[in-house]
């Protein structure tokens, strides 16, 4: 089995009941924090970067934090991490600063999959996880 292959396996095998109470309870106040943010940095950088966003169009699948629009899950995902980490607020190490992007990318398809808090943070435990382990 490839390391590609084995990744993808532990992604797809991975469930809620799998990630520590102490990890989830530290996602959760990740998620919070990181949304917080990123509504303080719309004031300061969102507002341009919503405007592009909805300029470029794309289904109405996830929110951009700040706004009551909706874009495609692939902007929302990329504006509102940016958005987050143009504030210099976001949690640090390791990997450099993996918050705004484990937090937003799984909010975004969380919300174009429409799935449940418990799926969203299983998705930023995996995603954290592995950034950590890459870095």
């Known amino acids: 089995m490839s390391v590609t292959q084995a990744i993808a396996s532990e992604i797809v095998k991975t469930k809620f009941d799998d990630v520590p109470r102490a990890a989830v309870d530290r ?5 919070i924090d ?3 943010i990123t509504y ?3 004031r300061h950088t969102g507002q341009e970067m919503a405007a592009y966003a909805n300029e470029m169009g794309g ?3 996830a929110i951009l934090i700040g706004t009551k629009d909706k874009v495609s899950c692939e902007l929302a995902a990329a504006v509102n991490a940016q958005v987050c980490r143009n504030t210099d607020f976001e949690d640090s190490g390791p990997g450099l600063h993996p918050g705004p992007l484990v937090a937003h990318t799984a909010h975004a398809v969380a919300q174009r999959m429409k799935t449940s808090g418990k799926e969203l943070l299983t998705a930023m435990a995996i995603g954290h996880d592995l950034n950590c382990r890459f870095f």
């Open 40 to 42: 303080m940095g719309y």
């Open 59 to 61: 289904s109405p699948e």
């Open 27 to 31: 996602l959760v106040s990740l998620f």
């Open 34 to 36: 990181h949304v917080g």
